[in-house]
């Protein structure tokens, strides 16, 4: 399998506060892992130092694929609410640039996560669970080879956890790409690595 990204001896945390040491694992193609542990375990603070968005206080974290191949779903978009933005439009901020091809491709991305009927709405008057599929959409629209996903079925009901994780699963065996969550949902880790989070370091 293609290795994607790598962590060695890798330290996550805030200033000189360590929260997670000891960060040992490796993403390859094909491949669906899953980083669970107690909220305040040091998840999210992983996924953060994997993103470069949070500094690392020790050891390496390296990619092998540019970043425009890595598509996230995070935890919240911050957005204000009373703009005049669409699920559609949305969607398009993934894209650098505009065009009838890259429109193409955002609304395949809905249609994905079953949203295309309402890819014209107001993203503000989406229900949460609605607006957490329109940013699994967004992730998925520039057909990355590796997916970060940090707790992505916050407001979601069971039924569209389940179809989520059978289409993520199905992007990993069929189109051999890479799957990072964290998560709870017991359906998603069938057939998955699990990593476990706890006591200040990762397991598994």
Not at 28 to 41: H, K, Q, T
Not at 133 to 154: G, K, N, Q, Y
């Amino acid at each position: 399998m293609s290795l994607l990204f790598r962590a060695v001896d890798g330290v996550c945390g805030y200033g000189l506060t360590a929260i997670v040491s000891a960060v040992n694992f490796e993403l390859c193609a094909g491949e669906f892992v899953i980083l669970e542990g107690a909220n305040g375990s040091g998840k999210s603070t992983i996924i953060r130092t994997i993103l470069g968005t949070q500094v690392s206080l020790g050891g390496s974290f390296t990619w092998n694929i540019p970043q425009e191949k890595i598509g996230v779903v995070p935890q919240d978009l911050p957005i204000d609410q009373s703009l005049p933005v669409t699920a559609l439009d949305l969607v398009l901020t993934a894209f650098l640039s505009g065009g009838k091809a890259v429109r193409s491709q955002a609304m395949l991305a809905l249609e994905q996560v079953g949203m295309e009927s309402l890819a014209h709405r107001r993203f503000g008057e989406l229900s949460g669970g609605q607006r957490r599929r329109v940013l699994f959409a967004r992730a998925l629209a520039t057909d990355p080879a590796c997916l970060i996903l940090d707790e992505p079925t916050v407001n979601m009901d069971a039924e569209t956890e389940l179809a989520l994780g059978e289409l993520l699963h199905r992007m990993v065996t069929v189109e051999q790409k890479c799957v990072l969550a964290t998560s709870h949902v017991t359906a998603w880790m069938n057939g998955s690595r699990v990593l476990r989070v706890e006591g200040g370091t990762v397991h598994g």
